[in-house]
Structures are given as structure tokens and as C-alpha cells.
Nanobody, 122 residues
Framework: QVQLVESGGGLGQAGDSLTLSCAVS????????MGWFRQAPGKEREVVSG????????YYADSVKGRFTISRDNAKNTVTLQMNSLKPEDTAVYYC???????????????WGQGTQVTVSS
């Protein structure tokens, strides 16, 4: 198993930038696809971005494409979400999550951090 701890959330204004980090510990010798999710008040949790174990493939939700950038540093066991041009609708609790990859099979996002609040004012 792995443990995930997010950091970097906070308050911002529309147009600002924030950087979220996710520190991964535990069984980091295994391969994980990493993702960022968010949940706004009264809404369901949604995927924001994802990145494969090697970092070679990245996914972005349409709502953040061109504004957010996901990256990972496997040597430091960290995953980062750079958020630019923030909008009030980006306000949510952001979660880091990990999905185990074994022999080409990808398991579900079974490992989650505690979340970090991002609030963007207009």
C-alpha cells in the first residue's frame, strides 16, 4: 500500500496560480498511475488529471485542459498539479489518488489522500 499526503492548497483570486503536491510513501517500489480529483460542495467527485507511471501519458479533464499541468518525480515520489489561470469554478477539495499497475493491468484508484482545499474568488 501507499500513503498519499497533499499540500499546497489555499486561497487565490481568478487568474492566479497554485501548485498542489502529493507526497507518496510506503510501497513506492511498485508502479502506480496517479490522478488528481476534486469535489466541489454539493457535487460529485470528478477526475481532474491523470498520469501514467512513467509520466509518458497525461490526461486532463476538458475543464482544465490548457490551464493545469500534471507531472511526477519518481525519484522523489511526488506528483504535482500546476494550476494556472484559476477560475472560481475550480474551487473544490482536491485529492491525490493512486492506482496500482501490475503486469499491464491497472487497478482502481484505491489509495487516496486526505484532500486539500482550493478556493478561488472572483
Amino acid at each position: 500500500q501507499v500513503q498519499l499526503v497533499e499540500s499546497g492548497g489555499g486561497l487565490g483570486q481568478a487568474g492566479d496560480s497554485l501548485t498542489l503536491s502529493c507526497a507518496v510513501s510506503g510501497r513506492t517500489d511498485r508502479s502506480y498511475r496517479m490522478g488528481w480529483f476534486r469535489q466541489a460542495p454539493g457535487k460529485e467527485r470528478e477526475v481532474v488529471s491523470g498520469i501514467t507511471g512513467s509520466g509518458g501519458f497525461k490526461y486532463y479533464a476538458d475543464s482544465v485542459k490548457g490551464r493545469f499541468t500534471i507531472s511526477r518525480d519518481n525519484a522523489k515520489n511526488t506528483v504535482t498539479l500546476q494550476m494556472n489561470s484559476l477560475k472560481p469554478e475550480d474551487t473544490a477539495v482536491y485529492y491525490c489518488a493512486a492506482a496500482l499497475v501490475v503486469g499491464g493491468s491497472i487497478y482502481g484508484y484505491d489509495y487516496w489522500g486526505q484532500g486539500t482545499q482550493v478556493t478561488v474568488s472572483s
